[in-house]
C-alpha cells in the first residue's frame, strides 16, 4: 500500500481515472486558516495555497504572477474542486442542520406520544367509572328481578311474567350500555357535571328512598352537594351517591294535582302562604317554600307571595326553592330583580339555605 502526498493536478487525475488507486483529502478552513483533521475520501483536495498566500495579505503582483504560471488545464481542476469543496461544506452544513431538526421532531414526537397517553388514560378512567355506574344499576335491578322471581316461584314456579321481566332488564341494560358508550365516543356528555348513565330522580329532605347498594329505604337528611346526598337508616346516617338512589319511594314536598292555582298548589306543597285577613292577627309570612314547583308556578307564587309582603309592611323576606340543577333558582332570582316592590336580591349565608334559598330586600 502507498501513500502519495501531493499538489500536483496530473497525479489526482491519475487516482481518478486509474483502477486500484482512489483520491483522499483532508479538510481545511479557509477562513480561519486551520485543518479540520477530517478525512474524506474519494475526493481530490483543492490547492488552496494561491488563496491562502492572497488572504495572508502577500504582494499582490506575485499572486497575478502565480495564477499567471498555472496552465489552463491546472486552473480549470482548481477551479473545479474549489467548487467542489465549497459544495461539500454546503452539504455538511445541511447534514448537520437536518440532523438537528431531525432529534427535534423526536423529541417533539415523544411529547406529543406522552400527552395523548395521559390523555387515552383520563378518557379511560372516565369510562370506567361511568360503566361502573351502569354496572352498579344492573345488579340492583337484577337484585330486584331475583327478588320477584324467587316470590313468583314460591306460589307459580317461575311464570312467564318472571321470564318477561328478566327479557327486559337485560334489554333495559343494553340500551343504556350502548348510550352511554355513544355518548362518551361523541363527547356529548363532555363537560356535563350531571351526565348520567341513567337518570335519578331527584331527592329532597325528608324524602324516602330506596337505596341500588342497600336494596332499603332510606330518609334523605340534608342534600351535601350535587353529587352526594346523606340519609339515614334508622340510627344509622351514611353519605352516599347521587346515582345510588333507585328511585323516591315517597316525597316530603307532595305532588300538586293538575289545574290547582298556583296559592292552591303551594298550600298542597306545605307552603305557607296566605292573604293578610286569612292569617291571625294579620302578619303576613316571610317565607315561601317552592321546592318541586316548576318555573311558571313558582313564579306566580312567589310574586303574589311578594305583593302580600309588601303590602304587610315586610322590610325582608325568603324563597326557599333549593339548589338541584340552579334552573328554578335562577329563573326565579331573575323575576325577582325585576319586580317593582323589591329592592334587591341576595343569595343568604349557608346557614340560612345558601345557594339553596334567595333573600329579597322589599321597598319601604
Known amino acids: 500500500m502507498t ?39 474519494g475526493v481530490p483536495g483543492a490547492s ?39 459544495g461539500l461544506r454546503e452539504m455538511e452544513s445541511d447534514r448537520l442542520r437536518l440532523q438537528t431538526r431531525e432529534q427535534e421532531l423526536e423529541q417533539e414526537k415523544a411529547r406529543l406520544a406522552a400527552e395523548g397517553k395521559k390523555e387515552q388514560q383520563a378518557k379511560i378512567r372516565e369510562m370506567e ?12 335491578h337484577a337484585r330486584e328481578a331475583v327478588n320477584a322471581i324467587q316470590d313468583r316461584a314460591a306460589a307459580q314456579k317461575l311464570s312467564k311474567d318472571a321470564e318477561r321481566r328478566v327479557a327486559k ?18 363527547g356529548a356528555d363532555q363537560g356535563d357535571p350531571h351526565a348520567q348513565p341513567q337518570l335519578v330522580k331527584n331527592a329532597f329532605e ?32 351514611m353519605k352516599i351517591a347521587r346515582d345510588d338512589i333507585a328511585e323516591v319511594l315517597s316525597s316530603a314536598v307532595g305532588n300538586a294535582r293538575a289545574g290547582d292555582s298556583p296559592l292552591k298548589a303551594a298550600r ?22 317552592v321546592i318541586g314547583f316548576n ?47 323589591v329592592e334587591s336580591v341576595a343569595e343568604p349565608p349557608q346557614n340560612e339555605g345558601g345557594g339553596g334559598a334567595t333573600v329579597v330586600a322589599l321597598r319601604v
Do not use: W
Open 295 to 341: 318555573v311558571d308556578d313558582a313564579t306566580r307564587a312567589v310574586e303574589k307571595f311578594v305583593d302580600h309582603a309588601f303590602l304587610a309592611g315586610l322590610s325582608r323576606v325568603r324563597v326557599v326553592h333549593g339548589s338541584g340543577m340552579g334552573i328554578l333558582r335562577k329563573a326565579l332570582r331573575q323575576a325577582l330583580q325585576q319586580h317593582p316592590h
Open 268 to 289: 298542597a306543597r306545605g307552603v305557607s302562604v296566605s292573604l293578610n285577613n286569612e292569617n291571625e292577627g294579620g302578619n303576613a309570612p316571610s317565607e315561601i317554600n
Open 129 to 140: 367509572k361511568k360503566l361502573e355506574s351502569v354496572l352498579r344499576d344492573f345488579e340492583y
Open 48 to 86: 488552496a495555497g494561491i488563496n491562502i498566500a492572497q488572504r495572508l495579505g502577500l504582494n499582490p503582483a506575485i499572486i497575478e504572477g502565480a495564477r499567471a504560471r498555472l496552465g489552463t488545464q491546472a486552473r480549470d481542476v482548481g477551479e473545479f474542486l474549489d467548487k467542489l469543496h465549497a
Open 206 to 237: 325528608g324524602d324516602t328512598v330506596k337505596l341500588k347498594s342497600t336494596g332499603r329505604a332510606a330518609t334523605v337528611t340534608r342534600k351535601v352537594d350535587d353529587k352526594y346526598f346523606e340519609v339515614a337508616m334508622g340510627a344509622m346516617k
Open 3 to 41: 501513500v502519495i502526498s501531493t499538489h500536483h493536478t496530473s497525479l489526482k487525475v491519475y487516482g481518478s481515472n486509474t483502477p486500484g488507486v482512489i483520491n483522499a483529502s483532508v479538510g481545511f478552513n479557509e477562513t480561519t486558516l486551520q485543518p479540520t483533521y477530517e478525512l474524506k475520501m
Open 169 to 186: 332488564l337485560r334489554r333495559e341494560f343494553r340500551e343504556q350500555f350502548d348510550s352511554t358508550v355513544v355518548a362518551h365516543a361523541s
